[in-house]
């Protein structure tokens, strides 16, 4: 996992607390200029989970603000696109090559697999498909760039301790 870092330069301390948990669990992320997000598309439902918690954080599934999710359906034309996050609030928590070091924290290298683990499990709880879902990440304020790098996951790969994702990545998931 060479080049793979995690959390390091998130700016998750500047947003405040009250925004993560705004209604409808839309976080601002207007103040976090330097994050990692990640966007799941769907045909069918995908529920939200409980939002962000500074006292709990782990993984978590929100509706985007309505200005990201009009920019990535270029990327995801889904009638439903999610926000993925992670312990840290962002995306910044799960494994991605974008810069760096490893991470060889252990309690930071523990919760990101666990986001891992729970976007996994997530996704393999959602009601059968007709088309193939898609997860696009990329810097917040890049929703609309177009994707450098695309690739075919399982779903269970998401949850591998050597999966990694990309910078402005698209990728398609199978079974």
């Known amino acids: 996992m060479v080049g793979v870092r995690v ?10 607390l009250d925004d993560l948990l705004a209604p409808h669990h839309q976080p601002d992320m ?6 990692m ?11 939200l989970t409980a939002p962000w918690s ?8 929100a509706q985007p603000e309505s200005h990201q999710a009009e920019r990535v359906r270029a990327h995801l034309p889904f009638p439903c696109i999610r926000s993925l996050g992670a312990h840290t609030g962002c995306g910044c928590g ?16 523990a919760a990101a ?9 997530y996704l393999s709880g959602l009601p059968p498909q007709r088309r193939r879902m898609q997860i696009y990440g990329c810097w917040y304020g890049d929703e609309a ?4 790098h695309h690739r075919s996951v399982s779903i269970a790969e998401l ?8 910078e402005r990545e698209l990728i398609t998931l199978t079974s």
């Open 7 to 16: 959390l390091e330069s998130c700016s998750i301390d500047r947003l405040r």
């Open 30 to 35: 207007r103040h976090a200029q330097m994050c």
């Open 37 to 47: 997000i990640y966007f799941l598309g769907c045909e069918g439902d995908a529920p």
């Open 54 to 61: 500074e006292a709990s954080p782990s993984f978590y599934v």
């Open 94 to 109: 799960f494994r991605c090559d974008w810069a760096g070091p490893v991470d060889t924290d252990p309690e930071e290298t």
């Open 113 to 121: 697999q666990a986001d891992h683990d729970a976007l996994a499990r």
């Open 145 to 148: 760039k177009r994707p450098e």
């Open 159 to 166: 949850a591998s301790p050597e999966f990694v994702f990309h």
